[in-house]
């Protein structure tokens, strides 16, 4: 397909490098440094201009572009410049737009302006953190084949019924139809057999119904009840924690926003009224200590810079509060995780560009290819992908067990119809089946690239 990018930042400069590696990309930034240095490093067009001038995006080709992506910093811009697009005849436009007040107008923009797609990273950020809360236990949550199936990371903690567990006996020592896809022990990312043993310290990615995803939480856990989150203190009162509170409300969890700008505090007290919102500074030990911190269930560290919430969830880790989730853009430190044992990073930024991804790939499968959904995970070194079976193929009707997979490949998961199932030797793949891969390998864009 034939797509163009507009902003050259973070997400922009990511989407350029994952997408040119299967379409037609060019990139558009007011900055000439920038288009240099994004077209240096993949292998796309690049324009220097304002992409609010109907030339530039003429000499881009946008009457023949499938996709138009406006991730500039600003929502205006983005969004004239989808109008724009679309008036040039471009056939399908996602506008990054991450101001509160334009949440009541996504379906008109969608519907009268024919904006394809509205992405609000720091909605989805707090809908994503909301998710964590739900479940005490998991690092993450995804989502597969409309809802109907969890994938989840969790990391095996010494005294754990999981520590030592056999795989082959998981079902049946837990009574569950769940999964484990996915082992990252140290550096390692392993795809298990049934005689793989699980320890202490290993993260888990496991796949199961919702349903028995929440009966499998409260197995592994004696006092799941003790543990669920019924306070959260967010330190920072930007987009995400304005977003994520309300969703906390609703689930009936005690919130506290901590908030240095004066100004910013009235108007969070004005809209969020359930919310008590402290202003002081957060990054404050004495503060900490003064606002009880250290007390709530969960704390969420949302300042606009990413090294202050590293340590401050540090702090709260270390002072023992059991749930910390920490909101990091820079990949550089997103990859620290694991050597600093945060748990829960969350980056408003890699969610969207998921997010868009996911468009991408479902317009690709009208197309031809049959990708409906992909995560990646583990700092981009495993990939979790939903196909869509649309065609009779060779590998159909045979039971798994008489299949031969690639090294490095699990099928995590097959949906038909309204029915689960958490595939054995036995199962077969059917047409239009939505089948889960879990994968340590690279660039499938067809399930019979799983095959030997």
């Keep these: 397909m034939d797509i163009i990018i507009v902003g050259c930042g973070k997400v922009g400069s990511t989407l350029a490098d994952v997408l040119s590696d299967e379409h037609n990309v060019t990139v558009i930034d ?50 004239l410049s989808c109008l724009i697009a679309k008036e040039l005849k471009a056939q399908h436009c996602i506008a990054r737009v991450r101001n509160p007040e334009f949440d009541k107008q996504l379906v008109f923009m969608r519907e009268n302006l024919k904006i394809s797609m509205m ?12 998710k964590i809360l739900r479940y005490p236990e998991a690092i993450n949550i995804e989502s597969f084949a409309k809802g109907r199936v969890d994938l989840a990371e969790i990391r095996i903690t010494s005294g754990s019924i ?49 349903s028995a995803m929440v009966k499998f939480f409260k197995s592994i856990s004696a006092a799941y009840r003790e543990k669920r989150v019924k306070s959260a203190v967010l330190i920072g009162g930007g987009r995400v924690a304005y977003h994520l509170a309300q969703q906390l409300i609703e689930m009936g969890i005690k ?41 709530a269930d969960a704390v969420v560290t949302l300042t606009g810079i990413d090294e202050e919430n590293i340590l401050l969830s540090l702090l709260a880790k270390n002072n023992g509060v059991e749930k910390v989730v920490t909101k990091v853009n820079r990949m550089n430190l997103i990859q620290l995780s694991d050597t600093l044992s945060l748990d829960c990073i969350i980056s408003p930024k890699s969610i969207t560009v998921n997010q868009i991804l996911q468009y991408v790939r479902a317009k690709q499968n009208a197309k031809g290819n049959n990708i409906t959904t992909l995560y990646r995970l583990v700092n981009d070194r495993l990939e979790a992908i939903e196909f869509v079976i649309h065609d009779d193929k060779p590998y159909l009707n045979t ?35 939505s089948v889960v891969i879990i994968t340590t390998n690279k660039g499938f864009s067809d399930l019979r690239n799983i095959f030997e």
């Design 119 to 130: 992405v609000n990273p720091d909605y989805n950020a707090g809908n994503e953190i909301a």
């Design 255 to 295: 919130v506290k926003i901590i908030e240095i700008d004066y100004n910013r505090c009235l108007e969070l007290s004005q809209k969020l009224n359930k919310v008590n919102i402290s202003c002081a500074d957060g990054t404050d030990h004495d503060v900490l200590v003064e606002e009880r911190v250290y007390d």
């Design 162 to 210: 999981l520590d030592g567990v056999i795989l082959n006996n998981l079902s049946r020592r837990l009574r569950l139809d769940v999964l484990i896809c996915a082992v990252q022990r140290g550096k390692d990312i392993i795809i298990p057999d049934g005689n793989f043993m699980l320890k202490a310290g290993d993260k888990i990615h496991m796949t199961a119904s919702h």
């Design 399 to 433: 039971p798994l067990k008489k299949l031969k997979l690639k090294k490095g490949i699990l099928i995590a998961s097959i949906v038909r119809g309204n029915d689960l199932i958490i595939p054995k030797g036995d199962d077969c793949l059917k047409l239009n089946d």
């Design 30 to 79: 007011v900055n000439e440094g920038t288009i240099d240095s994004v077209v240096n490093d993949h292998d796309v067009m690049g324009i220097t201009g304002n992409c609010l001038q109907t030339s530039i995006l003429q000499e881009a080709n946008v009457e023949k572009t499938d996709i138009f992506i406006a991730v500039t910093n600003s929502d205006e811009v983005n969004i």
